[in-house]
């Protein structure tokens, strides 16, 4: 996964994904897992969970409008 934690195809598959899974609550769980890497010290997992949030939070914003 380190590899791939730029690749915006694998970002929005994790967001939608998150989204189908958990609703209004993708954006929380995805959090979680972004903490839990960071708490493991694996940064690159942690910095691809932390660009899945960021796109959990645009496609809601968009769908909201």
Known sequence: MCA?????ALI???AYDYIARYGEHAESVAM??????????MVAEAGLWMAVV?????????VLQ
């Open 4 to 8: 791939m934690s730029n690749d915006p």
């Open 12 to 14: 929005s598959f994790y």
């Open 32 to 41: 979680h897992q972004m903490m839990d890497y960071m708490e493991e010290a």
């Open 54 to 62: 960021h796109e959990i939070r645009a496609i809601q914003s968009n």
